[in-house]
T-cell receptor
Framework: KQEVTQIPAALSVPEGENLVLNCSFT??????LQWFRQDPGKGLTSLLL?????REQTSGRLNASLDKSSGRSTLYIAASQPGDSATYLC??????????????FGKGTTLSVSS | DTEVTQTPKHLVMGMTNKKSLKCEQH?????MYWYKQKAKKPPELMFV???????INESVPSRFSPECPNSSLLNLHLHALQPEDSALYLC??????????????FGDGTRLSIL
């Protein structure tokens, strides 16, 4: 059974720091991996999607990497800002091209960036 | 702004009430999902509709009844809920063509409280 783990569970940093969030999964047979952001009481905002054949994706100050063979992904946030404070969730899609396959989520990393 | 719209945003109901949650998307997505999220926990899959047919039911109690009237709409009918059903209910959709999977897009959720 696929399990997704995120470390650390919580992280507090001063503004301007570069930081790395970690995600690991037990079964390397994934179709893709998606990073989300969730603000308190809100829905999920998709940040980056990495297909299983890709190594990394970048969007603005965010960079996500994927090492499928070792079951790891990292989300790198450059020059953190107070507005980055949120919970970041990693989710994998099991390795099938069947339509309507659901995501398996980690428990998230709650990030707090102080000004 | 999310492209998946959920209504209502908040719902308070008694255990004997009948209510419905609604989800709508106009992105031409053919897969739609219901997830349940308890406080400080990751989303957990409830149902998946693929091409307007129920493809996955994750052993959800019958007091939750999904419905997909057309490719743009997804409902979740609620009846005789229990206090432990209080949670954030998230709807998601993805494009899903044969052999081509795509990111899941989430709505802002409905915050449900059972009295």
């Amino acid at each position: 059974k696929q399990e997704v783990t995120q470390i650390p569970a919580a992280l507090s940093v001063p503004e301007g720091e570069n930081l790395v969030l970690n995600c690991s999964f037990t079964d390397s047979a994934i179709y893709n991996l998606q990073w989300f952001r969730q603000d308190p009481g809100k829905g999920l905002t998709s940040l980056l999607l990495i297909q299983s054949s890709q190594r990394e994706q970048t969007s603005g100050r965010l960079n996500a990497s994927l090492d499928k063979s070792s079951g790891r992904s990292t989300l790198y946030i450059a020059a953190s800002q107070p507005g980055d404070s949120a919970t970041y969730l990693c989710a994998v899609r099991p390795g099938t091209n069947q339509a309507g396959t659901a995501l398996i989520f980690g428990k998230g990393t709650t990030l707090s960036v102080s000004s | 702004d999310t492209e998946v719209t959920q209504t209502p945003k908040h719902l308070v109901m008694g255990m004997t009430n009948k209510k419905s949650l609604k989800c709508e998307q106009h992105m031409g997505h053919r897969a739609m999902y219901w997830y349940k999220q308890k406080a400080k926990k990751p989303p957990e899959l409830m149902f998946v509709y693929s091409y307007e047919k129920l493809s996955i039911n994750e052993s959800v109690p019958s007091r939750f009844s999904p419905e997909c009237p057309n490719s743009s709409l997804l409902n979740l009918h609620l009846h005789a809920l229990q206090p432990e059903d209080s949670a954030l209910y998230l709807c998601a959709s993805s494009l899903e063509d044969v052999g081509v999977l795509s990111p899941q897009h989430f709505g802002d959720g409905t915050r449900l409280s059972i009295l």
